[in-house]
């Protein structure tokens, strides 16, 4: 199959927008896999602005053309030397960053943190989709490392797999603080993020969970927070909880979200920071925080632990009413319209 070709969508020019193409199907090496892609996802801010072409994602103007698509599922297509426990034909799911296997975090488990790989991504890390020289899965085809992935569960459709790599984060978030069974969460940003944590929350044990958004969450999201067991919904223009809360998850990112987080998490809580800030500064009232013994937890990515942990949970959890709608790759220009219109919670595309 080495010599033939394969559709991607990339970006191959500065300017808003993407194109479909032709590429070689690669050929996996020794540790690797190639993927025949069944679905990825359109992440709101990764694939999103780099279609628009935000500000942010002009670095990458001297690397063009580039293929994205981080978050995706389906099977196991090739499999390249020295790959033991894969055979071809496996459903899958992908973690998209890269790890060595043998620094002292990856053999602690937290290969979201490993210390020896490095890349081009925000995060500084090496990602399938992101790095500027791995391409991604806006393709049929995608090669990845066997040791990045997961077997999808009976019964897990391919369009739901690309949202594990969400739920493992918001499993992290939980896993990571000091959340215990029956504490009450407020969770800000019913994004995919916020709603993996709300999820997350819910199984773990949670009493309570209240889901803030903004005024263009009230139709769509905030209605499908609901759905996924938030207790109560409320907008952010309401102002700081009057009954503080346990563990405050902050998933948007927004710098009034985390004001609202420190005046509505109770003395002795905890913050829970999942949504990440664009700009270099965040204004943080320390003094009010270590007035109240309020602790901050800080989230990036996923853990070896979280992941199994996430295939076992996403087994007993419908996960559709936070996937889709879901598009061909062909009809992308309506994919990414969806997605900027905040039709759906996770849009995807199947190649």
């Given at each position: 199959?080495?010599?033939?070709k394969?559709a ?5 020019n ?6 479909l193409?032709?590429?070689p ?12 892609v ?6 709101g801010?990764v694939?999103?602005p780099f279609y628009?072409?935000?500000k942010?994602?002009?670095?990458y103007?001297?690397?063009?053309p580039q293929i994205?698509?981080?978050?995706f ?10 790959v033991?426990?894969w055979?071809?034909g496996?459903?899958?799911a992908?973690?998209p ?11 602690e488990?937290r290969?979201?943190?490993c210390?020896?790989v490095?890349g ?5 890390r090496?990602a399938i989709g992101?790095d500027k020289d791995?391409p991604g899965a806006?393709?049929e085809y995608v ?8 077997r ?7 369009d739901?797999g ?11 978030a939980?896993?990571a603080?000091?959340f215990?069974v ?9 994004g995919?993020a916020?709603?993996s944590?709300l999820i997350?929350a819910?199984e773990?044990?949670a009493s309570?969970v209240?889901?803030?958004?903004t005024?263009?969450d009230?139709?769509?999201r905030l209605p499908?927070?609901e759905?996924m ?5 409320r907008?952010?223009s309401?102002g700081?909880l009057?009954?503080?809360v346990d ?7 927004h ?6 987080a ?7 809580g905890?913050i ?15 003094t ?5 013994e309020?602790?901050?937890q800080?989230?990036?990515g996923?853990?070896e ?5 996430t295939?076992?949970l996403?087994q007993?959890?419908?996960?559709t ?5 879901a598009?061909e790759?062909t009809d992308?220009e309506?994919?990414?319209?969806a997605?900027?219109?905040r ?9």
């Amino acid at each position: 199959m080495s010599d033939k070709k394969m559709a991607v969508l990339e970006k191959s020019n500065a300017e808003p927008g993407m194109e479909l193409a032709e590429r070689p199907v690669p050929k996996p090496r020794e540790g690797e896999v190639r993927i025949a892609v069944r679905s990825v996802g359109i992440d709101g801010g990764v694939e999103g602005p780099f279609y628009r072409w935000e500000k942010s994602f002009h670095r990458y103007e001297p690397h063009l053309p580039q293929i994205f698509g981080h978050e995706f599922s389906g099977v196991v297509d090739a499999v390249g030397p020295d790959v033991p426990n894969w055979e071809g034909g496996e459903r899958v799911a992908v973690e998209p960053r890269f790890s060595c296997g043998h620094c002292q975090n990856c053999r602690e488990g937290r290969q979201n943190l490993c210390t020896e790989v490095s890349g081009f991504s925000p995060h500084g890390r090496k990602a399938i989709g992101i790095d500027k020289d791995t391409p991604g899965a806006l393709a049929e085809y995608v090669i990845v490392p066997a040791r990045n992935l997961y077997r999808l569960p009976d019964g897990i459709s391919f369009d739901e797999g690309v949202f594990l790599e969400l739920l493992a984060i918001g499993v992290h978030a939980i896993e990571a603080s000091t959340f215990g069974v029956g504490d009450r969460v407020a969770v800000t940003g019913p994004g995919s993020a916020g709603l993996s944590a709300l999820i997350a929350a819910n199984e773990a044990g949670a009493s309570e969970v209240i889901m803030i958004g903004t005024d263009v969450d009230e139709e769509m999201r905030l209605p499908t927070a609901e759905k996924m067991g938030a207790t109560e919904t409320r907008n952010v223009s309401a102002g700081p909880l009057t009954n503080p809360v346990d563990v405050f998850i902050e998933a948007s990112g927004h710098e009034s979200a985390l004001k609202i987080a420190e005046q509505s998490t109770r003395p002795g809580g905890e913050i829970v920071q999942i949504g990440v800030y664009h700009d270099d500064r965040v204004p943080v009232d320390l003094t009010g925080l270590l007035n109240e013994e309020v602790s901050i937890q800080t989230i990036n990515g996923r853990r070896e632990a979280d992941w199994r942990r996430t295939l076992a949970l996403a087994q007993s959890v419908d996960l559709t009413p936070v996937v889709g709608p879901a598009f061909e790759l062909t009809d992308y220009e309506s994919g990414f319209t969806a997605e900027a219109d905040r039709e759906g919670i996770k849009i995807v595309l199947n190649p």
